[in-house]
């Protein structure tokens, strides 16, 4: 086998690493996990680690379960959390595993028939006829409190200012240990991994398999990667606008390309490690390219073009440029008219604004009226006027002079028009 533990390591990605697990990894294929809670309907980018460590594992030869916690869901994970989180009905608790199960189709391939084919699983299905005596009396008693409550996790809430921990959060790590043993004993899956602030879930699962068990069938290993932040220590996978999501009706593709091409130059050496599969050579070429000429953004530019692609798809990005460069002079009318509602408003969003009548546009209405009187883009006719004798008036990127009058076949997506004075400066007309 190849070794992924050093090709993880060079990519930033190998936080805690458990004894044994890389001899583990080279000696066979081996069956491992990832566990995605569903506290929302969709992953954010926060996601793509565990995401891009399930495919590493695919691409190295092993065999990947990425778990949709219908159960643990129900409770809500303890880690890196100050107050206990509000526990999801089931009708939205349903939907959420649904739709994350989407979104990790999007990545793994479940219909594969390979020997290390991915495997989609939700531990609701094996923990809803588990009673809670048999749990206690089979589970609970092989973990002890004192080994609970050395987790961080646990004495991080303990010693808190907040209100403490419910029995139910307490619980937590035992579930999730209970998912590693299952799994251990339905798939043969002996390594578990997730991000650095769930070693301690990670490692009692890891001690139950153990106590569970005997001899070569008690081995089971973990590995953590760190958490992702931005290098001036603020948290990462936030935009202006909250989470970035990995499906488009939460975040559009154009705003998620745009997340990544606005990335630091030292955030973007980083990330291009951690979230793309280009191989060490390239990056380190592209990496240098960039210090040579850093203004031209060499770095960024690839790694939002290489995760737009994974996330979203070619024609995504391809779309998401040309919006990109409809700011810039670089695009056509055509291309301004093929953005949907909602990408046109992210492009032009702080451009200054105003309404116009849907009945005055079917009607036609001049040029001079809209650029001075409907709109105040211009304060008077006479300036409005030199600048369209000066040739620098355009509607919706193509030049218009003082004869033009708008009709509804000017309408972007049937509801905008999109006047530009020179080079820079917009305004964007609403019909209503």
């Known amino acids: 086998m190849k070794n992924i533990i050093s090709e993880l390591q060079w990519r930033g990605l190998v936080h805690d690493i458990m004894p044994g697990t890389e001899e583990q990894l080279l000696k066979e294929m081996t069956t491992t996990y990832i566990g995605f809670d569903p506290t929302s309907d969709s992953l954010h980018i926060g ?55 989407g979104v990790l189709s999007r990545f793994l391939d479940f219909n594969d028939t390979a020997a290390n084919a991915p ?52 619980t937590y790590q035992l579930i999730q240990g209970y998912d590693f043993y299952h799994l251990h004993k339905e798939y043969n899956c002996l390594l578990q991994m997730g991000g650095s602030d769930q070693w301690g879930n990670i490692t009692t699962g890891t001690e139950l398999v153990r106590r569970m068990n005997v001899g070569e069938e008690a081995k089971a290993f973990a590995m953590t990667c760190p958490l992702i932040t931005k290098a001036d220590g603020s948290k990462f996978g936030k935009s202006e606008g909250g989470n970035v999501w990995l499906t488009a009706d939460k975040t559009s593709v154009y705003k998620f390309y745009q997340f990544w091409l606005n990335t630091t130059d030292v955030d973007a050496e980083k990330y291009i490690k951690i979230f793309t599969f280009l191989g060490k050579e390239e990056i380190e070429a592209l990496i240098e390219e960039h210090k040579t000429a850093p203004h031209l953004r060499v770095l960024q530019r690839k790694l939002a073009e290489e995760i737009t692609v994974f996330v979203h798809s070619q024609e995504e990005l391809d779309k998401a440029i040309k919006a990109s460069n409809i700011l810039f002079g670089n695009a056509t009318a055509d291309d301004l008219k093929a953005l949907d509602g909602k990408t ?88 209503v």
């Open 47 to 101: 996601s793509l680690v565990p995401i891009i460590l399930l495919v590493h594992l695919k691409n190295f030869g092993h065999k990947p379960i990425a778990l949709v916690g219908g159960a643990t869901g129900m409770i809500g994970d303890p880690s890196g959390k100050s107050d206990e989180r509000n526990l999801l009905d089931e009708v939205t608790l349903n939907k959420n595993v649904e739709g994350i199960k």
């Open 119 to 170: 495997v989609l699983v939700n531990n609701y299905d094996w923990m809803k006829g588990l009673s809670f005596i048999n749990f206690a009396r089979d589970v609970g008693k092989r973990i002890t409190v004192n080994y609970m409550m050395a987790k961080d996790s646990v004495k991080k809430r303990l010693s808190g200012e907040g209100e403490g921990m419910s029995f139910t959060e307490f």
């Open 344 to 431: 046109f408003l992210e492009v032009f969003d702080g451009v200054p604004q105003a309404e116009i009548s849907r009945v005055d546009i079917e009607a036609g209405i001049e040029i001079i009226s809209v650029l001075n009187e409907k709109t105040g883009f211009f304060k008077s006719n006479g300036e409005a006027r030199r600048a369209l004798t000066a040739n620098s008036i355009s509607v919706n990127k193509e030049k218009v002079n003082e004869t033009f009058v708008f009709s509804s076949k000017d309408l972007i997506n049937n509801q905008f028009v999109l006047l530009q004075s020179g080079k820079k400066n917009y305004f964007v007309l609403r019909i």
